[in-house]
């Protein structure tokens, strides 16, 4: 029932700034952590950004200090703050959520990807 929604991508030049929205509709009570993953050609999917439904956020090292993930509980929105964009970001981004639901097995629900794409 849960759907997500990326909005905001698009071209941006090397050391310029980008934010992207997840909007979230339907059975929000069930997100137990949302996430942004990222997948470039030829590459696998990698996670980008990820906070609990405690607010606890994680990063990798190839985004640290540059991105952050935030939510807006009323909007039933995140949100991926890009700044100092390279080049090797350039990749379709994804939106990720893990959903429990009493008396079943985890799973995620993503998003339809959203371009973002960072010229030298």
């Known amino acids: 029932q849960l759907q997500l929604v990326e909005s905001g991508g698009g071209l941006v030049q090397a050391g310029g700034s980008l934010s992207l929205s997840c909007a979230a509709s339907?059975?929000?009570?069930?997100?137990?952590?949302m996430g942004w993953y990222r997948q470039a050609p030829g590459k696998q999917r990698e996670l980008v950004a990820a906070i609990t439904k405690g607010g606890s956020t994680n990063y990798p090292d190839s985004v640290k200090g540059r991105f952050t993930i935030s939510r807006d509980n009323a909007k039933n929105t995140v949100y991926l703050q890009m700044n100092s964009l390279k080049p090797e970001d350039t990749a379709v981004y994804y939106c990720?959520?893990?959903?429990?639901?009493?008396?079943?097995?985890?799973?995620?629900?993503w998003g339809q990807g959203t371009q973002v794409t960072v010229s030298s």
């Open positions: 339907g059975s929000i009570f069930n997100i137990n952590a």
């Open positions: 990720n959520a893990v959903i429990w639901v009493p008396g079943k097995p985890l799973y995620d629900v």
